[in-house]
């Protein structure tokens, strides 16, 4: 797709992990897009149902915006990690549904509407699916009160408003 103005060096912590470790292009793909937000983010191995390719990385954004954003980062973030850059894009011209074609494997970035449309993962409901999450950092579990809630007398006191998550109480009297 080309970014050439883009001058971020920084990469994705996941897909420097993952690269690190050695793990397929697909996988990280896929962890660029799920950077970027990507929803649904999963590797299919479909080599032994298509000829023309071994993987199809299938995500969305929630809009046109995003589609963009996920599949440049994918493109991007795979440069950065010393991988390929797409044979083939399409879907440029309206950002429905963007496929990068790496050769080896595709990567399908859809609208929700779209994807709901096309259902690749019902079409391809026969080929394993690839756990590229499984090889990423642990991430320590978020506890309430060290993210900034410990000794706040409000967090917990229903006329604040505030809840002890630190998201505002509902009004229940309306």
Not at 4 to 16: G, H, I, L, Y
Not at 20 to 43: F, N, R
Not at 63 to 79: G, P, T, Y
């Amino acid at each position: 797709m080309g970014t050439p103005n883009r001058t971020s060096t920084v990469v994705d912590a996941d897909v420097a992990a993952l690269a690190a470790a050695g793990e397929p292009w697909p996988s990280i793909a896929a962890a660029a897009a799920s950077s970027k937000l990507g929803e649904g983010t999963l590797v299919l191995a479909v080599g032994d149902a298509l000829v023309v390719t071994d993987h199809f990385v299938i995500t969305n954004g929630n809009n046109k915006r995003q589609v963009r954003a996920i599949a440049d980062e994918v493109e991007h973030q795979l440069k950065l990690v010393g991988g390929p850059s797409p044979v083939r894009t399409e879907g440029l011209d309206s950002f429905e549904w963007v496929l990068l074609d790496y050769g080896a494997f595709v990567v399908h970035v859809f609208t929700p509407e779209a994807r709901e449309y096309y259902q690749l993962e019902r079409l391809w409901k026969d080929c394993d699916q690839l756990d590229w999450q499984k090889h990423l950092p642990a991430r320590p579990a978020v506890d309430s009160a060290a993210a900034g809630n410990a000794g706040d007398p409000a967090s917990d006191d229903p006329a604040s408003g505030h809840a002890a998550s630190g998201h505002a109480a509902s009004d229940e009297e309306e």
